[in-house]
Structures are given as C-alpha cells and as structure tokens.
C-alpha cells in the first residue's frame, strides 16, 4: 500500500504516529510511505527584501525541524520512507500531492475541536477530507 504520512510536528502527529506503530503490520515493510509536510508561505514582500534563497533555506529549515524526529521515529520502527514539503497552504499541498501521486490513504492526526470551532476556523484535516478523492485516515 502507498500511504502518505501528513505531518505537522504536534502532539497529533505524535498521536498518530503512536497508534500506526501499536497496529501490527500497519508500519510494515510491505508498505511504500511518503511524509509530507506544508511549510506556510513567506509574504512576498518579506520575500523579495530577503531574497529567493534565503527563503527557500527558511521553508527547508522549517520542514527539517519537523521531519528529523519522525525520521528517527521511522527508522526505529525499521521504516524508509520519503520526506517532502510543500510550500503554501497543508490543506490544499496534502491533498494535491495525494492525488498526484496515486496514493491509497493519507493518515493525519486531527486536534479534534467540537464542531462550532471548526466551522469558524476549519481545519487543515476537515479540508483534506474534502479535497482528497483518496481515503484519509484520521487519528485523534
């Protein structure tokens, strides 16, 4: 199965993370998986008074902060897996690359809010949920 790992580096990664590695044969060889994280945009104006490649170490360093305790975390679960970011909004760079990439699940931890909250606020997870064609598995 190809599964696509959505990560922000919170508790509810965290979370996630947990409860794949509690279920025998979820995080298993047999699998191919992906971690991908979205990196929030610089405003164009901090962009362009900084410069393109001091912006693209920013969004590299921020990935890295999150994707260096989940690599450790996978290869003490015996997994390889790819890591990718993708700059802009999580929601809509989750959903994207699932469907670009044929995946057959998307697993990403959910703070759970009550449903007034997210209909004031949305989540980055309700909004995969209807973006996303491909099954999303959503741990609390």
Do not use: W
Request: glycine share 8%; net charge positive.
């Amino acid at each position: 199965m190809k599964v696509l790992l959505a990560v922000d580096g919170s508790v509810y990664t965290k979370r996630m993370l947990s409860f794949l590695a509690a279920r025998d044969g979820f995080l298993g060889p047999n699998h191919d998986f992906t971690v991908i994280h979205g990196v929030p945009a610089v405003s164009h104006r901090a962009a362009a008074f900084v410069g393109k490649s001091v912006v693209r170490q920013f969004h590299e360093s921020e990935a890295e902060r999150v994707f260096k305790p989940i690599r450790s975390f996978l290869r003490q679960q015996g997994i390889e897996a790819k890591f990718v970011y993708r700059v802009g909004h999580a929601a809509e760079a989750i959903s994207r690359f699932a469907e670009e990439g044929r995946f057959d699940l998307v697993a990403m931890g959910s703070r759970g809010r009550s449903n007034l909250v997210n209909l004031l606020l949305g989540s980055v997870a309700l909004k995969v949920l209807a973006r996303c064609s491909v099954p999303v598995l959503l741990i609390r």
